[in-house]
């Protein structure tokens, strides 16, 4: 069974600093991995994706996987309050399955 | 939203009737999804289909049906509304093959049953 954690928050970040937000999964099978970022109202808009071990960047977001351990993050540097949003990873077992999501995570960027 | 449309966008209906929510996409993908997101619960996989006329059922599916006909539309139909299917239901389309798949989600629609 495919299953997802993460920490609900609200987790609170002063502006200019580094958010860090993690997710753990239980299936070792999962292949491919998704930060997704949600305003209230909104549909989910894709930040990262990641498939292999090691760090990915892409201007200020690092998306980490290590499969060892189960775990992915996403750290968001130079926070800005624009970045307060629910943060939701998912993962993808392979072929032509949907995602499976976790709750998300509630960050608040504080000016 | 990468060429996705839903409609209805809101929908209030009674316990009973049957109801249908239309995925349009312009974007030609092979793949479409459709999710209903719930608080307590995050985004759940009901149906999706992976080719005109191929479809297959996710987590949540009793209670639903999809059809495909063209590739541009995906249909979830709620045979018999239920104030349990109060939800967002979200459409997703992604065009890849195997595990660099990449998905991206239409606007949502909202809909309430009483």
């Known amino acids: ?111 | 939203d990468a060429g996705i449309t839903q409609s209805p966008r809101h929908k209030v209906t009674e316990t009973g009737t049957p109801v249908t929510l239309r995925c349009h996409q312009t974007e030609n993908h092979r793949y479409m999804y459709w999710y209903r997101q719930d608080p307590g619960h995050g985004l759940r996989l009901i149906h999706y289909s992976y080719g005109v006329k191929d479809t297959d059922k996710g987590e949540v599916s009793d209670g639903y049906s999809v059809s495909r006909s063209k590739t541009e539309d995906f249909l979830l139909t709620l045979e018999s509304a239920t104030s349990s299917q109060t939800s967002v239901y979200f459409c997703a389309i992604s065009d890849a093959q195997g595990g660099t798949d990449t998905q991206y989600f239409g606007p949502g629609t909202r809909l309430t049953v009483l």
């Not at chain 1, 958010?19 to 930060?35: E, I, M, P, V």
């Not at chain 1, 549909?43 to 290590?66: H, V, W």
């Not at chain 1, 624009?82 to 995602?99: E, K, P």
């Open chain 1, 1 to 111: 069974q495919k299953e997802l954690e993460q920490n609900s928050g609200p987790l609170s970040v002063p502006e200019g600093a580094i958010a860090s937000l993690n997710c753990t999964y239980s299936d070792r099978g999962s292949q491919s991995f998704f930060w997704y970022r949600q305003y209230s109202g909104k549909s989910p808009e894709l930040i990262m994706s990641i498939y292999s071990n090691g760090d990915k960047e892409d201007g200020r977001f690092t998306a980490q996987l290590n499969k060892a351990s189960q775990y992915v993050s996403l750290l968001i540097r130079d926070s800005q309050p624009s970045d307060s949003a629910t943060y939701l990873c998912a993962v993808r077992l392979g072929g032509a399955d949907g995602l499976t999501f976790g709750k998300g995570t509630h960050l608040i960027i504080q000016p």
